[in-house]
T-cell receptor, first 115, second 114 residues
Framework: NAGVMQNPRHLVRRRGQEARLRCSPMKGHSHVYWYRQLPEEGLKFMVY????????ESGMPKERFSAEFPKEGPSILRIQQVVRGDSAAYFC?????????????FGQGTRLTVV | AQSVSQHNHHVILSEAASLELGCNYSYGGTVNLFWYVQYPGQHLQLLLKYFSGDPLVKGIKGFEAEFIKSKFSFNLRKPSVQWSDTAEYFC????????????FGSGTRLLVRP
């Protein structure tokens, strides 16, 4: 059973370009979370999705950022018109259920550098 | 607002020294508690977790943590650290009534000198 797969591992974009980050959850997991880790900081929650639904986007910046988790295929975090401040590590986590014993499994992250 | 506080941002120890990293959270409801480790350039790995039951939990690589509900604390300990424990350690809280998302502390960077 493969773990949470994120690609690309490293992504370099020029200011103003679009960045697309992909996350394939573990097999059987229907809950996906995206977190951002800015340099020298801890991880901050961005968005929680289930298949075809955004459940909680309270941590998403109001502009330029969007996320989806289609019925088929990976979850996508999309950043339009990137700026230098978007440079960070973006981690995806998945979980199989939502109950008292749930835990999240993390991918290896995508390190976005905006030049 | 709910927060998770890790008191030590940087810790430097010699090998074989004992380790204790503090973690306090501010939420009073039902939570699950986690410690993650991030080795340089790598992803987060789960060290240990507390859901319920015995407040002293044991994790991988000789780590353990104690949940003290009255103090809202979940401190991480290891009796004797090794050079390979050099990493960043994150405490995290999962609230049962908030999308089950994780709220992370700011992390503690541990450097173990051989």
């Amino acid at each position: 059973n493969a773990g949470v797969m994120q690609n690309p591992r490293h992504l370099v974009r020029r200011r103003g370009q679009e960045a697309r980050l992909r996350c394939s959850p573990m097999k059987g997991h229907s809950h996906v979370y995206w977190y951002r880790q800015l340099p020298e900081e801890g991880l901050k929650f961005m968005v929680y999705l289930q298949k075809e639904n955004i459940i909680d986007e309270s941590g998403m910046p109001k502009e330029r950022f969007s996320a989806e988790f289609p019925k088929e295929g990976p979850s996508i975090l999309r950043i339009q018109q990137v700026v230098r401040g978007d440079s960070a590590a973006y981690f995806c986590a998945s979980s199989p259920r939502q109950d008292l014993n749930t835990e999240a499994f993390f991918g290896q992250g995508t390190r976005l550098t905006v030049v | 607002a709910q927060s998770v506080s890790q008191h030590n941002h940087h810790v430097i120890l010699s090998e074989a020294a004992s380790l204790e990293l503090g973690c306090n959270y501010s939420y009073g409801g039902t939570v699950n508690l986690f410690w993650y480790v991030q080795y340089p350039g790598q992803h987060l790995q789960l060290l240990l977790k507390y859901f319920s039951g015995d407040p002293l939990v044991k994790g991988i690589k000789g780590f353990e943590a104690e949940f003290i509900k009255s103090k809202f604390s979940f401190n991480l300990r290891k009796p004797s650290v090794q050079w390979s424990d050099t990493a960043e350690y994150f405490c995290a809280v999962m609230r049962m009534d908030s999308s089950y998302k994780l709220i992370f502390g700011s992390g503690t960077r541990l450097l173990v000198r051989p």
